[in-house]
């Protein structure tokens, strides 16, 4: 581990550090580097399985992750945020070694052809599945937030190209952003979950990462989605603390947002097009009630229209052959 004199860097060379980062963040052109496509790596030992309800998305074992990667290159995806589903739960010490060493897999055989992000939240890894440790049956905020920017360093120093902190805490992006800092890794971008509703949509992502929690719900942190003004400062907030890219999930059910989170935060604002809402697409293609490709381009533009800078769909592997040549 690299420790030192924090570096002042250039918030906007985050965003521009290679071709692609570049195009994700143009406002030129809808391009399809402004795609990015979930993937979920399990650690145990089974045979990748489609997840229920995503269509042809898999949770991935460790022996088809390159042929994956390598087929979604081929078909013109390039960008990427990683899930990663390790075998063994625990609500002290977490295990890092299978997730450094599936970073160091993809990004020693891939390297600057993609870019990676990590969604940094401890759901899939905790045996309460909630995003967050407890202490007396209170978050324990202190302790979570070491255990993520521990996380977050290992995950960069192994590999990844940003990292994604979903969980909601306060405090999460500018303790990542300071240890990163402080570890000279302070040309990572932040890609905020800032806006994130305790939602009803999430149960196929769920499912894939393992996270549903053993007791209660997500409101403790999450969101109200009735709450129009805590949206939007939710948002304010974690651009105050550093993050250099914002988003907004469901992405669907949060257009009315994305303008003016980007008007109050003068930051690029992504949508996250979740699991239930792509899963919803694909149930009613299954019953012959929409055309899947033409529905799945109205939301996509749809969201584009709203202000979404980047989108996260389940569904980003195919825009090139869906129209998006660039």
Same mark, same amino acid.
């Given at each position: 581990?690299?420790?030192?004199?924090?570096?002042?860097?250039?918030?906007?060379?985050?965003?521009?550090?290679?071709?692609?980062?570049?195009?994700?963040?143009?406002?030129?052109?809808?391009?399809?580097?402004?795609?990015?496509?979930?993937?979920?790596?399990?650690?145990?030992?089974?045979?990748?399985?489609?997840?229920?309800?995503?269509?042809?998305?898999?949770?991935?074992?460790?022996?088809?992750?390159?042929?994956?990667?390598?087929?979604?290159?081929?078909?013109?995806?390039?960008?990427?945020?990683?899930?990663?589903?390790?075998?063994?739960?625990?609500?002290?010490?977490?295990?890092?070694?299978?997730?450094?060493?599936?970073?160091?897999?993809?990004?020693?055989?891939?390297?600057?052809?993609?870019?990676?992000?990590?969604?940094?939240?401890?759901?899939?890894?905790?045996?309460?599945?909630?995003?967050?440790?407890?202490?007396?049956?209170?978050i324990d905020f202190e302790s979570s937030l070491k255990v993520m920017s521990e996380l977050a360093l290992s995950y960069i120093e192994s590999g990844a190209d940003g990292i994604a902190p979903s969980s909601m805490l306060k405090g999460v992006?500018?303790?990542?952003?300071?240890?990163?800092?402080?570890?000279?890794?302070?040309?990572?971008?932040?890609?905020?979950?800032? /806006? &994130?509703?305790?939602?009803?949509? *999430?149960?196929?992502?769920? =499912?894939? $990462?393992?996270?549903?929690?053993?007791?209660? #719900?997500?409101?403790?942190?999450?969101?109200?989605?009735?709450?129009?003004?805590?949206?939007?400062?939710?948002?304010?907030?974690?651009?105050?603390?550093?993050?250099?890219?914002?988003?907004?999930?469901?992405?669907?059910?949060?257009?009315?947002?994305?303008?003016?989170?980007?008007?109050? /935060? &003068?930051?690029?604002?992504?949508? *996250?097009?979740?699991?239930? =809402?792509? $899963?919803?697409?694909?149930?009613?293609?299954? #019953?012959?009630?929409?055309?899947?490709?033409?529905?799945?381009?109205?939301?996509?533009?749809?969201?584009?229209?709203?202000?979404?800078?980047?989108?996260?769909?389940?569904?980003?592997?195919n825009a090139k052959e869906l129209g998006f040549d660039k």
């Amino acid at each position: 581990m690299m420790t030192g004199k924090k570096i002042l860097i250039n918030k906007n060379m985050r965003l521009s550090s290679n071709q692609i980062v570049k195009n994700m963040v143009s406002t030129k052109l809808f391009l399809r580097d402004q795609f990015i496509q979930p993937v979920f790596i399990k650690e145990v030992e089974t045979p990748s399985s489609k997840i229920l309800g995503l269509g042809e998305n898999k949770s991935l074992c460790k022996d088809d992750i390159l042929k994956q990667f390598e087929n979604d290159i081929i078909k013109g995806c390039r960008n990427f945020i990683l899930f990663i589903i390790p075998e063994k739960k625990s609500d002290e010490i977490f295990d890092k070694s299978f997730s450094n060493e599936i970073l160091l897999l993809i990004k020693n055989e891939f390297k600057d052809e993609i870019q990676l992000w990590v969604d940094l939240c401890i759901c899939s890894r905790t045996r309460s599945g909630h995003c967050c440790l407890y202490k007396d049956k209170k978050i324990d905020f202190e302790s979570s937030l070491k255990v993520m920017s521990e996380l977050a360093l290992s995950y960069i120093e192994s590999g990844a190209d940003g990292i994604a902190p979903s969980s909601m805490l306060k405090g999460v992006v500018s303790k990542i952003r300071s240890t990163l800092d402080l570890n000279n890794f302070n040309q990572v971008p932040i890609m905020s979950y800032s /806006t &994130k509703f305790a939602s009803n949509f *999430y149960g196929p992502f769920r =499912e894939a $990462a393992d996270s549903t929690p053993q007791f209660g #719900d997500r409101s403790d942190y999450q969101l109200d989605f009735k709450s129009r003004s805590e949206a939007i400062d939710s948002s304010i907030r974690y651009a105050n603390e550093g993050a250099d890219l914002l988003m907004v999930k469901p992405g669907l059910l949060s257009l009315d947002l994305i303008k003016p989170i980007i008007e109050k /935060t &003068k930051k690029q604002v992504g949508a *996250y097009q979740v699991s239930g =809402e792509y $899963a919803s697409l694909i149930q009613l293609a299954k #019953d012959n009630l929409i055309n899947y490709e033409k529905a799945l381009l109205e939301t996509w533009f749809t969201l584009k229209r709203a202000g979404a800078q980047f989108i996260i769909t389940y569904a980003a592997r195919n825009a090139k052959e869906l129209g998006f040549d660039k």
